[in-house]
Each structure stands twice: as structure tokens, then as C-alpha cells.
T-cell receptor, first 113, second 115 residues
Framework: AQRVTQPEKLLSVFKGAPVELKCNYSYSGSPELFWYVQYSRQRLQLLLRHISRESIKGFTADLNKGETSFHLKKPFAQEEDSAMYYCALSGLRSGGSNYKLTFGKGTLLTVNP | DTGVSQDPRHKITKRGQNVTFRCDPISEHNRLYWYRQTLGQGPEFLTYFQNEAQLEKSRLLSDRFSAERPKGSFSTLEIQRTEQGDSAMYLC?????????????FGPGTRLTVT
């Protein structure tokens, strides 16, 4: 079974402070991990995916298979980063594929001025 | 093309009534997904289509739920004999894939309230 855990429902930081949103996953096969973001009154959108190893809006995330984690980090938070962040997993079974996304419950990040 | 669209955006219905939602994916996308999101939870997978074929259904999708994607274009999700527990945001997403995992683009959602 696929499972994604985001232990923090709420995270509040001050502008300019580092931020880390935690994500742990459980999957027996080869996972692909994503971070999705939802800004106020906007639709869910992809922020980054582990396979591309990009830095988007200053955010990075490294897949740690040993710790089954995919934490999202940004060294200096900005007020416009305030949003709901969801970690998601798509599992790739051997001999086939499974494209559905399994989401965590989300972390609401608030960046205070 | 302005992205994935869903109609209606809000639906209030009485318990026992049937409701139907529509999703129009991005035009060249061959995969279409339905998710359900309740308060305080992340989206939960319901079902997905590759072109017109429905390839997987979640156990969350009871017999009262049915989804179609005729001709591999728009999709409809119907809920028969609605219950209060069906109240949720219903999200549609689409992606293009020819192998591998591609980005899913989400619609704005349809918020269902069952009274």
C-alpha cells in the first residue's frame, strides 16, 4: 500500500527564515515523489518532482530512500510562499505502472512579515 | 486552452438526489483522473482513464458512483442517491503520457454539499 505522511498540519515562520516541510512515505516499489502547492483561491499545481532535481521558486527537495523522506526546503522564506503544500507519491510497480497520486494531508505554511 | 475546467463549481443537493459533474481536460491530454478531497485531507484517488478506457477504480468508488469518458475527451462523474458523506470537493486532473509519469494538471474542482 502507498502512504504519505506530512506530520505538520501548520507551520509558521518569519520572512527570511529557513523553512522545511516534512514528508515521509511508505511504498514497497520504486516511488516518484512530488510536491504540489495550492495558493489561496487557486487550483492545485505542481511545485517540483524529485526526478527533475530542479529548484523551483527557491524550493528544493531531495529523495532519501534510506529514510523514506522527501522534505521540502527553502533557505529564505518569502511572504508569497504562504500556501498549502501537499506531498504526493506515484508508484511504479515492476512490470507495469501506476500513475495515480497518493497525497499527504498537507501542511499550511504561513510566512509572517 | 485555459487548462482543465470543471462544471459546476458548486452544487448543493438534497440527500437521495443524483448529481453529475463534468470535467474538460487539456485538449491533447490522454489521461484523466478524478480525486475527492474532504476537509483537512489531501486529495484521494477515485478513478482514471486513458483515452476512453477506465483503467483503475478506487475502493472509495462505491456502486453509487460512475464515471465515463466517451470518445476520450470530456469526462462525467455521476453520484446516485447522494449521501451526506459524499459532501466533498471533487477534483479532476489530466496529463499526457507516452510512458513514464507526467505532471497532472488539476481543475478548480466541484464542491458538493449534500443536505
Amino acid at each position: 500500500a502507498q502512504r504519505v505522511t506530512q506530520p505538520e498540519k501548520l507551520l509558521s515562520v518569519f520572512k527570511g527564515a529557513p523553512v522545511e516541510l516534512k514528508c515521509n512515505y511508505s511504498y514497497s516499489g520504486s516511488p516518484e515523489l512530488f510536491w504540489y502547492v495550492q495558493y489561496s483561491r487557486q487550483r492545485l499545481q505542481l511545485l517540483l518532482r524529485h526526478i527533475s532535481r530542479e529548484s523551483i521558486k527557491g524550493f528544493t527537495a531531495d529523495l532519501n530512500k534510506g529514510e523514506t523522506s522527501f522534505h521540502l526546503k527553502k533557505p529564505f522564506a518569502q511572504e508569497e510562499d504562504s500556501a498549502m503544500y501537499y506531498c504526493a507519491l506515484s508508484g511504479l510497480r515492476s512490470g507495469g505502472s501506476n500513475y495515480k497520486l497518493t497525497f499527504g494531508k498537507g501542511t499550511l505554511l504561513t510566512v509572517n512579515p | 486552452d485555459t487548462g482543465v475546467s470543471q462544471d459546476p463549481r458548486h452544487k448543493i443537493t438534497k440527500r437521495g438526489q443524483n448529481v453529475t459533474f463534468r470535467c474538460d481536460p487539456i485538449s491533447e491530454h490522454n489521461r484523466l483522473y478524478w480525486y475527492r478531497q474532504t476537509l483537512g485531507q489531501g486529495p484521494e484517488f477515485l478513478t482514471y482513464f486513458q483515452n476512453e478506457a477506465q483503467l483503475e477504480k478506487s475502493r472509495l468508488l462505491s456502486d453509487r458512483f460512475s464515471a465515463e469518458r466517451p470518445k476520450g475527451s470530456f469526462s462525467t462523474l455521476e453520484i446516485q442517491r447522494t449521501e451526506q458523506g459524499d459532501s466533498a470537493m471533487y477534483l479532476c486532473a489530466s496529463s499526457y503520457t507516452s510512458g513514464g509519469v507526467y505532471e497532472q494538471y488539476f481543475g478548480p474542482g466541484t464542491r458538493l454539499t449534500v443536505t
